[in-house]
């Protein structure tokens, strides 16, 4: 069992950052892929990046040069590095763990309770 727990969301003017912070407990956190998701209201959820223990990243078109996903192996922590916001970038953001690098929501099987991101105009 994995227990995945966000933080650092908020409100941000366009064009500012947030950094997110997703920590893991329970099983080993070596080994599982980790990704975050997004879900704006009205709109279905979508991937956003992810990471595997190798390091491997990858993102959505969308987030391409502005989020940045890292990870730390020795505090459980996986991070999401947010800059150049913009409002279409306000969502809900989720952590999942997973066995293999996806862009997929269903491949993950362990869901953080995720935390709100909103950036104004």
């Known amino acids: 069992q994995v227990q995945l727990v966000e933080s650092g969301g908020g409100l941000v003017q366009a064009g500012g950052s947030l950094r997110l912070s997703c920590a893991a407990s329970?099983?080993?956190?070596?080994?599982?892929?980790m990704a975050w998701f997004r879900q704006a209201p009205g709109k279905e959820r979508e991937f956003v990046a992810a990471?595997?223990?190798?390091?491997?990243?990858s993102y959505a078109d969308s987030v391409q040069g502005r989020l940045t996903i890292s990870s730390d192996s020795a505090k459980n922590t996986v991070y999401l590095q947010m800059n150049s916001l913009k409002p279409e970038d306000t969502a809900v953001y989720y952590c999942a763990a997973g066995p293999r690098l996806s862009t997929v929501g269903a491949d993950y099987g362990y869901w953080g309770q995720g935390t709100q991101v909103t950036v104004s105009s």
């Open positions: 329970g099983r080993t956190f070596n080994r599982y892929c």
């Open positions: 990471i595997n223990w190798l390091g491997v990243r």
